[in-house]
């Protein structure tokens, strides 16, 4: 069915570019005249979204999907490489909204032994902060049974940048999608954008997977600068341990943070990554605050 807004939708003031974002549930009025046709009149409260800052206009937000029982980030450690400072802005924001993340490597097929060793100091990272990675190839079809065994009866979003092999993994996941898969350009070692809007899709098995466009850049909306350290699990165990409570965990005296990353009980990447999030320009934005 097709169906259009009925009037204009703001959800609790969100200056978002699209008021109705897939994974919604609304309220439809029918056209006895058009049964194909219908007016969404209602859009129900959300139980949590992913959101990101719009490319095109910089004061406004873009909701990804919504009502979502988990999100799998899906990761390369090349053809394309995904770094860890984007894979943690996307952590962060599911940290904000209450949405559990997993890390999924994908094209483990290609890894040579450097790329091995890689992955295992960057998968024992996040495991080691509480986050659950997979291993998977989509070529192959190797690790794909326990990640569809975690799909099962969930809403699950699928991200990332692109060239990581979303859609392929769909494809290998639930074959008779088909759905349009992409190239790397080997100048660049990035992907062509094939999935150019969010869509959900039943899975077989039970559940929904929804497929997103390729993300470049995560940006923050809708952050206060003193709250984003509680979003890195590894520093919120640690910040009531800090001389002051305002603790910006950068220069401050006796801050329990610091003293983790100089003994290694923080990794210098996440913190590094921490504080490229904080001297973001959008907290200098003062008018989206």
């Known amino acids: ?30 056209d006895p005249k058009e049964p194909d046709e219908g007016s969404i009149t209602e859009i129900e409260q959300r139980h949590n979204y992913i959101i990101r800052k719009s490319i095109n206009l910089s004061k406004e937000s873009h909701i990804i999907a919504s009502n979502l029982d988990q999100a799998f980030l899906i990761v390369t450690l090349a ?20 949405i559990p993340v997993s890390l999924v490597f994908n094209k483990t097929d290609i890894y040579d032994k450097e790329l091995q060793s890689f992955h295992e100091r960057i998968s024992s990272l996040y495991r080691g902060i509480g986050y659950h990675c997979y291993e998977v190839s989509a070529l192959t079809g190797f690790g794909l049974e326990k990640l569809k065994e975690d799909m099962t009866d969930k809403v699950t979003l699928f991200s990332g940048h692109s060239g990581v092999g979303k859609s392929a993994l769909i494809n290998k996941i639930q074959p008779e999608l088909e759905l349009r898969t992409g190239i790397i350009s080997e100048a660049h070692q990035k992907g062509k954008h094939t999935t150019t809007f969010a869509e959900m899709f039943p899975l077989n098995f039970g559940g929904y997977i929804i497929d997103t466009p390729g993300i470049k850049e995560f940006g923050l909306v809708d952050f206060e600068k003193t709250e984003v350290a509680e979003r890195f699990p590894e520093m919120r165990e640690l910040m009531h341990l800090c001389q002051f409570n305002n603790c910006t965990h950068v220069h401050e005296p006796r801050c329990a943070v610091i003293q ?10 996440r913190y590094h990554n921490y504080i490229s999030i904080i001297n973001d320009d959008y907290f200098d934005e003062t008018d989206w605050k």
């Open 260 to 269: 983790a990353v100089k003994e290694g009980r923080i990794s210098q990447s």
């Open 1 to 30: 069915m097709n169906c259009r807004l009925k009037g204009k939708f703001r959800i609790k003031g969100l200056r978002a570019t699209n008021p109705v974002a897939v994974g919604d549930h609304v309220t439809i009025l029918t």
């Open 79 to 98: 053809q394309p490489r995904t770094s860890t400072g984007f894979i943690d802005r996307f952590l962060v924001t599911a940290e904000a909204y209450h």
